[in-house]
């Protein structure tokens, strides 16, 4: 169902979570359900997404983590009334929000005021891709480099507090090298689409500040039991809203 031509209302979470997003132009789907499933919390907690756009992974870790209050960051003007819509539609307007901010600029407030980040940064470089409709090229293109990314999560998250990150498998080198200095524990899972099959995505996490030690690179999630096929038991509970276990 569609609030106009250019919005929709997506189901997400086996439709517990309702997403307001644009009909034309990056829709989020399983990257940002992957976000949301790998972060672990406590009651209480405060949790920061960067680059929150439509609010997907926002709204999906909201679901799951009834006892915390989260806050999304988002450069784009235009999705924030979205992102308030689904706050409002899933009944979270009492501990989710979402407020315009870049991630290449530092607001004094916002320093080590949140227990956990977590971000999603676009994956292409420009000029490498074209978005497919205008106005919704910060969803695709890397116009902040991944540095900022990591910069800003970590200069809101307090220390000792996690970092988390989905991205593609080929940015691992350029993430572990950027977090390796200013994060310790760093855990790596890399997400496989079948059985063998080389992993397209990773997810990587790591406490600010704590001393540097080995990377635990763990065997990884797979998607599919085989190439197309039905979703592997430990895929569907993620999709359905249970969290992703790293181990």
């Given amino acids: 169902m569609t609030a106009s031509t250019d919005i929709t209302r997506d189901a997400f979470l086996s439709g517990t979570v309702t997403v307001v997003q644009p009909a034309q132009g990056y829709r989020a789907g399983l990257d940002a359900v992957l976000l949301a499933a790998a972060i672990e919390a406590g009651a209480g907690e405060r949790i920061a997404e960067a680059g929150t756009g439509a609010g997907a992974a926002l709204l999906c870790a909201a679901r799951r983590l009834a006892d ?3 806050a999304g960051f988002e450069r784009d ?4 009334p979205l ?3 689904g706050i ?3 009944g979270f307007a009492d501990r989710a929000g979402v407020e315009i901010a870049d991630v290449s600029n530092r607001n004094a407030a916002a320093e080590n005021a ?3 980040s977590f971000a999603n ?3 292409f470089e420009p000029g490498s891709v074209r978005a497919p409709s205008p106005g919704r090229q910060s969803a695709y293109l890397a116009e902040a480099p991944l540095k900022d990314w990591v910069l800003f999560l970590h200069y809101i998250t307090r220390p000792g507090g996690r970092i988390t990150l989905i991205h593609r498998a080929a940015a691992l080198a350029d993430l572990l090298e950027l977090l390796n200095s200013r994060t310790g524990e760093i855990e790596v899972l890399p997400v496989r689409p079948a059985p ?3 992993a397209h995505r990773v997810l990587v996490r790591g406490r600010k500040g704590l001393r540097r030690g080995p990377v635990r690179l763990y065997d990884g999630l797979v998607l599919h039991e085989t190439v197309g096929g039905p979703s592997t038991p430990r895929a569907a509970s993620v999709l359905a809203g249970g969290a992703l276990d790293w181990r």
């Fill in 114 to 116: 949140y227990d956990q």
């Fill in 68 to 70: 915390v209050r989260l």
């Fill in 121 to 123: 940064p676009p994956y």
């Fill in 88 to 90: 409002a539609l899933n």
């Fill in 77 to 80: 003007a235009a999705m924030i």
């Fill in 83 to 85: 992102v308030r819509e």
């Fill in 196 to 198: 063998g099959a080389a």
